[in-house]
């Protein structure tokens, strides 16, 4: 690993002792001793187990359901169906479509029917075999093509268009104008398959029933607040009186994103019966939750000039949904949302659909919706720049979207490391005396990406904050730090000791921190949209520097030196000009105290407004964007199509590394998982006519890298530091993965001359476009068209370039259907916006990066 | 709240065996049809080790019998009776983490920690087998352990590096 300062950075600013340095977690030493409690090791007292039916039909209404015979089954002793359940929930206010227990109609083979609780899991799952239900099987929708064409059977009662429930139609600029102008035109069709999270650790929880009336479970959930939220829905208990308690995430990666039906299940079985219950999901039925990589089959037109300059971009997408909304009003914007920040898009529109389908519900796996339009534009890129012979690494250099600016779909780039991500990548690889030049079956390849540093909008509008930390200091030296963010593997506890201990001038081990517990600690959002250490971290900040300054100000007075003076570092706090006044740290504390009593402080976190006003521009948003670029080498063997990746290099933006240990784990973790997802995982379905069953529910068949598919990682840190990110750090766990799948896609063709314009890029395909091209066709392997669809008028939206304002144009001519109008203020929706009224001036926009270069200016 | 459905406890006969578990002797009482996994976890209170499939596909429940690696997914309980079985519960002695849950924690190899333990099970067993193990080796040896966070290169690094310390602290005992 080489860390790379970008040209251009900041100086670095006052050293710093703990982040930055490579480290412990806080958890390591639990981690590998067995010590750490994830939710199905957790055991109560009376402790009762539940099971769940499930549909074996993908689409059917439930006729009767009759649980006679399992009530009756010695050691039973509650059974649930959804008689008992009647709200409904979901994560985005928006698509509140999923029943605990589904009432009318099964909608995927997988979907939950009744619950047993019993004295084993033994006695448990036996009692399910033992409940009748009968079901009238209804036409299966099952696939892209399907939900768009068939406007019967309904899978649900709402949605923009018959079985689509989302769809967009968005215009920044004048596209066609622009395409007029362009010397190339290109049009690509790219497929990227479904594939699932799959997270080693088993969905589990355990709740527990209290006769005061109040509930407690501990879930392995990334989202512990949004979870409460739904169980207090669904119980119709109020929100105080629900505890939800996020245990560590045995891998999460957006699995554990959403409130799921066996959450609230054991909730009420737990209300019902009075005892403990609780539940760990089969691998089969963690498939079945997935809201794991929407299939996504997309059209790109791009048009450029002669030196490969961009002059204008059409996206269309089409997303397949599964049976459940999940987030996909959300992932549906994200497939289009972040083409424009990583080149310069001066006219972009944007199209895209997602169809509800019978098959277990997608929704935002690592990336969330980004990956499927990353793959299509970085492979249509690769195609430019070889239609117009030019190196396709100089010519994404060529094109990047500045730093300080605001793109044609008004998303505002802060800091932007990318063309240093770039030159690393193409000098550590050798990229110049590779690509092109290696002899055939051995090929490099190059993509960029970019991912936001945590959503600027919440789930549900409101105006307070995004996360918050509290602070306890008490005369033993030691500080409790809580926070509602919910480590899943990444780190987000470490993250808060190691920001806390920098400012109070203390040793990680000397902080405890709480996290992930709805009773405890405050609200942060979760563990989802690469948020935390952006969100959490800024809140510790100022948590930390109000606690610092108290206990500051208590010393000053007792040494008569100004606080200003004051520096807190090495577990002492004493005079910058002389060492030796000062006390220890726990002295410094007994101190404040004694004077100010119990001491404590509290930070939270909002983002900053976004120019975006449109409908629409609530996705995309963030305070601050990640940058990578990877190329990939690879060896293909002709003969049977099989591709081999001996090594990645791979660029990423981070700002400023908090832990580098941890931003290269998670390149490394990136990495593999983006191999994966190229080289073979995918959730596919047999019998698509009739009974779409999942093709492989099982570790085994469903084919995940193994030690020996894992390549070789370099990994280049670019600290570009950005004024929104604590101490300028950006994220790292989503960003890198996205540009491995276009990368090795890309050193394919490189390789052998073919294209394989799917993911994943499978033997088979690479062998047939190798033979086709044999034959003289196209060597190619990939959708040829997508499906004729009647979009909705496009909202129109001037550029900033345009002068625009950063809403719809005025008196435009149409407005789309179902209600999508142009008015949108206090839309309650994480896709659409939510902003306040008023407009986005040219001098706000220059107001608003002027106020986030000051912001963290000082640090 | 109501009286249960069913009050009639399932018939459902145990058997008892003994195991040595972390160097200790241990008897317990368990349904026939268990797994070692299940008796490890359930009855024996150690849920150190994990699940990830329960059918033999991912390696999380690696435990050591008679120092061989084992799936304890795929161990019938009561076929392991009066064996020599270690979990990861007792790889830390004396109150000092074993070298390779110290390499572990340090280089980053834990990030969830789910499959850690397997890991640490089947690395534990190959350096015990062979102490100087090359990439290759090490690959191979743990290309039975799914990970889905770390890309297994900091695990990689981790087996190196205890490797390394294990020898070093060998070469220093024979000075």
């Known amino acids: ?39 199905d090791d957790l055991v109560l007292p009376r402790m009762l187990h539940c099971k769940l039916l499930r549909s074996r039909l993908p689409h059917a209404r439930i006729v009767r359901v009759d649980t006679t015979r399992a009530a009756a089954h010695p050691g039973v002793i509650a059974v649930m169906t959804g008689a008992e359940l009647a709200i409904p929930f979901g994560i985005l206010p928006v698509s509140q479509d999923e029943h605990a227990l589904c009432r009318d109609v099964v909608r995927f083979v997988g979907d939950p029917v009744a619950a047993v609780a019993a004295i084993d899991e033994d006695v448990a799952a036996e009692a399910c075999d033992l409940i009748d239900v009968e079901y009238e099987q209804l036409p299966a929708i099952a696939s892209i093509e399907d939900g768009l064409s068939m406007r019967e059977p309904l899978i649900h009662d709402y949605g923009d268009d018959a079985n689509v429930h989302k769809r967009v139609a968005l215009e920044f600029g004048d596209v066609d104008d622009a395409m007029a102008t362009a010397d190339l035109v290109r049009e690509d069709v790219f497929f990227y398959e479904g594939n699932t999270h799959l997270p080693m650790e088993q969905h589990a929880s355990l709740a527990q029933w209290s006769a005061d009336g109040k509930i407690t479970i501990w879930s392995s959930t990334q989202t512990p ?75 790109i037109k791009t048009g450029v000039r002669k030196d490969g300059g961009i002059v204008a971009m059409d996206f269309t997408s089409f997303l397949d949904g599964g049976a459940y909304g999940s987030y996909g009003v959300a992932s549906t914007y994200y497939t289009g949302a972040l083409q424009t920040v990583t080149y310069k898009v001066p006219h972009y529109r944007f199209r895209g659909a997602r169809v509800f389908t019978n098959k277990p519900p997608c929704g935002p796996k690592r990336g969330h919706g980004t990956p499927q339009p990353r793959f299509a534009l970085e492979c249509h890129l690769d195609k430019i720049a070889d239609q117009l012979g030019l190196d396709p690494a100089e010519m994404r250099r060529s094109n990047l979207q500045p730093a300080n600016s605001v793109t044609a779909n008004w998303l505002r780039i802060g800091s932007m490391g990318l063309g240093a991500c770039i030159d690393a990548t193409v000098t550590k690889s050798d990229w110049k005396n590779k690509h092109r030049k290696l002899p055939f079956g051995r090929g490099v390849g190059i993509a960029c990406s970019s991912y936001i540093s945590g959503a600027g909008l919440p789930i549900y509008w409101n105006s307070m904050p995004h996360s918050g930390v509290q602070l306890k200091l008490d005369r033993s030296g030691g500080v409790a730090c809580f926070c509602g963010s919910t480590d899943i593997g990444q780190g987000s506890d470490s993250i808060l000791a190691y920001i806390v201990a920098e400012i109070l001038g203390i040793e990680p081990v000397d902080i405890r921190v709480v996290t992930g517990d709805t009773d405890l600690t405050p609200v942060d959002l979760g563990s989802y949209s690469s948020r935390v250490t952006m969100m959490s971290g800024n809140a510790a900040i100022q948590a930390a520097e109000r606690a610092r300054d108290q206990v500051a100000s208590a010393v000053a007075s007792k040494l008569g030196v100004p606080a200003s003076r004051l520096t807190f570092a090495h577990r002492r706090v004493f005079d910058l000009q002389d060492a030796e006044t000062g006390m220890s740290f726990a002295e410094a504390v007994q101190l404040a105290e004694s004077k100010f009593g119990t001491v404590g402080s509290t930070g939270s976190y909002t983002p900053p407004r976004s120019p975006g ?224 009224a008023g407009e986005t001036t040219a001098a706000e926009i220059a107001g608003l990066n002027s106020e986030r270069d000051s912001r963290r200016g000082s640090r | ?148 966070c770390t890309g297994y290169l900091k695990i990689y690094e981790a087996v190196e590096l205890a490797s390394e310390r294990i020898a070093r602290a060998g070469a220093a005992v024979h000075d």
């Open chain 1, 613 to 836: 006003r449109y409908k629409g521009a609530g996705v995309g948003p963030s305070p601050a964007y990640s940058y990578s670029c990877a190329i990939a080498e690879v060896e293909v063997d002709p003969e049977t199509g099989i591709v081999r990746v001996p090594k990645i290099w791979l660029a990423h933006d981070v700002g400023q590394s908090i832990n580098p240990t941890l931003v290269i784990g998670q390149v490394e973790g990136s990495v593999y998982m983006g191999l994966g997802e190229i080289l073979m995982e995918e959730m596919t379905y047999r019998d698509k006519q009739r009974n779409v069953v999942h093709h492989h529910p099982s570790m085994l068949e469903y084919k995940s890298p193994t030690t020996w598919e894992m390549c070789d990682v370099e990994t280049i840190l670019i600290n570009d530091k950005d004024p929104q990110g604590p101490f300028g750090g950006k994220e790292a766990g989503q960003g890198p993965l996205l540009p491995v799948m276009p990368a090795v896609a890309n050193a394919v063709f490189d390789a052998v001359g073919v294209r394989v314009d799917e993911v994943p890029c499978s033997p088979h395909k690479v062998l047939r476009a190798l033979r086709d091209k044999m034959k003289g066709k196209e060597g190619r392997f990939g959708p040829g068209s997508v499906p004729e669809y009647d979009f909705p008028d496009l909202t129109r939206v001037p550029t900033p370039a345009q002068g625009g304002n950063g809403r719809e144009s005025v008196g435009r001519a149409h407005s789309e259907v179902g209600g999508d109008q142009s008015s949108v203020t206090n839309r309650d929706s994480a896709g659409n916006p939510v902003e306040q």
């Open chain 1, 1 to 39: 690993m080489t860390e790379v300062a970008a040209t251009g950075a900041a100086a670095p600013v006052a050293e710093l002792r703990v982040v930055g340095t490579p480290r412990r977690k806080v958890d390591a030493t639990a981690k590998v001793t067995g010590e750490l409690r994830f939710a």
């Open chain 2, 1 to 148: 709240m109501s009286h249960p459905v069913s009050i009639e406890p399932p018939a459902r006969l145990k058997i008892q065996a003994a195991f040595i578990v972390n160097g200790e002797h241990c008897e317990v009482a368990f349904a026939p049809h268990k797994t070692l996994l299940e008796v490890l976890r359930e009855d024996l209170a150690l849920t150190g080790t994990k699940h990830g499939c329960e059918l033999g596909e991912c390696g999380t429940c690696t435990i050591i019998v008679d120092g061989t690696p084992i799936l304890s997914c795929l161990a019938l309980a009561a076929s392991y009776a009066n064996r020599r079985i270690d979990t990861v519960e007792g790889m830390a002695a004396d109150g000092a983490l074993h070298p390779l849950q110290d390499a572990f924690a340090e280089l980053g190899a834990a990030q969830c920690g789910y499959c850690t333990p397997g890991f640490l099970m089947t690395a534990r067993a190959l350096l015990d087998a062979t102490p100087r193990p090359s990439r290759n080796e090490i690959k191979d040896a743990l290309s039975g352990n799914l990970c889905r």
């Open chain 1, 225 to 299: 607040h949004y979870l409460h939220r739904a169980i207090a829905k669904v119980l119709e208990m109020p929100p105080a009186h629900v505890r939800v308690i996020a245990t560590p995430n045995g891998g999460g990666f957006g699995g554990k994103s959403d409130p799921f039906n066996h959450e609230i299940v054991v909730c009420a079985l737990a209300r019902k019966t009075g005892r403990p219950v609780k539940i760990c999901l089969t691998r089969e039925e963690v498939f079945y939750c997935h809201r794991g990589r929407h299939p996504t089959l997309m059209k």
